[in-house]
């Protein structure tokens, strides 16, 4: 996962999501789940062997939270109940402000869609 895209798409969120967005992305990468990412859709996407349209999670900002999304999302177990239906399978947590950003628990729900995702 390369830092300088992580950068790139930080450059384009508002001033008070950016480290919301940060503390995202950085709980992203410690689950070391060897992804490839990728500035695309206004999202910071995550995927395996740069399968975008397959992806795993992103990390978006909207006009009010910053949005952590999971495509199969309907898949994770949701112990803090967090999570929000999005589509049939893509599920979202949204996030106000960095002080909501449990960063081990976000590594957590990565690790296991990581886990989870029907790499096919």
Known sequence: MSEAVVAEYLETVRADAY??????????????AGFDCKVTW??????????WRDWVVAIGVSKSVV???FLHGDQLEDPAGLLRAGSS????????????????LVTAYVREAAQKHPRG
Do not use: P
């Not at 480290?19 to 070391?32: G, I, P, S």
């Not at 206004?42 to 399968?51: E, I």
């Not at 399978?89 to 081990?104: K, P, Q, S």
């Open 19 to 32: 480290h919301t967005a940060r503390a995202l992305a950085d709980a992203v990468a410690a689950a070391d």
């Open 42 to 51: 206004k999202m910071l996407v995550y995927a395996f062997d740069a399968r």
């Open 67 to 69: 949005n952590l999304r």
């Open 89 to 104: 399978t893509m599920m979202t947590i949204d996030y106000a402000v960095v002080g909501d950003v449990d960063a081990d």
